[in-house]
C-alpha cells in the first residue's frame, strides 16, 4: 500500500473522530438544554402557585405535597410570608412581593443560559452539518 493510499485513510479517521466529538458535544448541550427548559417550567408554576396562595384568606384548607405524590391536608394561617431556603439549610422570611423578584431574577438567568445554550447547539449543528459534507467528499474522492 503507498502512502497516498493510507493518507485518505488516515484523513476520514480524523474527520471522523471530530464529527463524533461535535456529535457527543451536541447531544450534551441539547440535554442541559432540556434541563434548563424544565426549571424554567418548574419556576413558572411556582411563580402562578404563589399567585394563587396570596389571594386565599386565611384558614383556607390546602393540600402540601410532601414527595413522592403524597399530600397532607394543611391550614393556611398567614400568607404574607413565605419562608425561603437560601443555601446551607439557612432558611429567611420574604414578602410576596420579594420572593416574586427572587423568582423573576432565577427566570431571566435561567433564559438567559438557555439562550446562550441554544446558539451553542446551532453552532454545533453547523459544525456537524460541515464535517458531514467534508466526510461525504472525502469519501466520494476515493470511490
Do not use: H, W
Request: aromatic share 2%; glycine share 4%.
Amino acid at each position: 500500500m503507498s502512502k497516498q493510499e493510507k493518507k485518505p485513510s488516515k484523513d476520514i479517521q480524523k474527520q471522523y473522530l471530530e464529527f463524533q466529538i461535535l456529535n457527543q458535544q451536541l447531544q450534551q448541550l441539547q440535554q442541559q438544554a432540556g434541563m434548563i427548559e424544565n426549571q424554567i417550567i418548574e419556576l413558572r408554576k411556582l411563580s402562578d402557585n404563589l399567585d394563587s396562595i396570596k389571594q386565599l384568606k386565611g384558614n383556607n384548607e390546602l393540600l402540601v405535597p410532601m414527595g413522592a405524590g403524597i399530600f397532607m391536608k394543611a391550614q393556611l394561617k398567614d400568607n404574607s410570608t413565605l419562608l425561603i431556603n437560601v443555601g446551607s439549610d439557612v432558611i429567611v422570611k420574604k414578602t410576596f412581593l420579594e420572593s416574586k423578584e427572587m423568582l423573576e431574577s432565577q427566570l431571566k438567568e435561567l433564559e438567559d443560559i438557555l439562550e446562550n445554550a441554544n446558539g451553542q447547539v446551532s453552532e454545533l449543528a453547523t459544525q456537524l452539518e460541515l464535517r458531514s459534507q467534508a466526510l461525504q467528499n472525502i469519501e466520494d474522492s476515493l470511490q
